[in-house]
């Protein structure tokens, strides 16, 4: 800690990071969710001018958003909405490190599994960890 004329600052090293909520989980996903819908709904707006656009395009392009977004995200940065609610996916065994792809790919899929489902472990959980944080070996915290 920093003193600095008899009042007492907090430096940016000493500030702990605290396990997200489930609400900030919940605002995150809506945010996310809202996000590719607009994707989706501006390149089918854009394929109406594009004469015969593959289907194959419009498949990968909806694999793209929907299967490979929050997981490679997740490995290697953030999802847009946990950057606006301030929170990261980090290793339970080391909050400092982002999980590794193919943790986020198992994370992702007992998400999708599990669905709503999956949080009921957070209210139990002492650091607020739902199923498809246990089986992916990660947390959610606040930054």
């Known amino acids: 800690m920093v003193i600095f004329e008899g009042a007492v600052i907090q430096t940016l090293s000493t500030v702990k990071e605290r396990d997200a909520f489930l609400l900030e ?6 945010i ?3 996000m590719i819908i607009f994707l989706m709904y501006t390149f089918s707006i854009v394929f109406e001018f594009i004469d015969h656009v593959p289907d194959s395009i ?7 958003l929907f299967v ?5 995200c997740n490995a290697f940065g953030t999802t847009l909405g946990n950057y606006i ?35 009921i472990t957070i209210f139990r ?19």
Do not use: C
């Open 68 to 72: 490979f977004y929050e997981p490679v």
């Open 125 to 143: 959980s002492k650091s607020n960890r739902a199923i498809h944080d246990y089986m992916g070996g990660s947390v959610m915290i606040k930054i």
């Open 25 to 30: 989980r919940v605002q995150a996903i809506t």
């Open 58 to 64: 419009r498949m990968w392009l909806f694999l793209i």
């Open 85 to 119: 609610v301030k929170i990261r996916v980090r290793k339970f065994s080391n909050r400092q490190m982002r999980i590794n792809i193919v943790q986020s790919f198992i994370r992702y899929f007992f998400k999708m599994l599990f669905g709503w489902i999956s949080f």
């Open 32 to 34: 996310d969710t809202l």
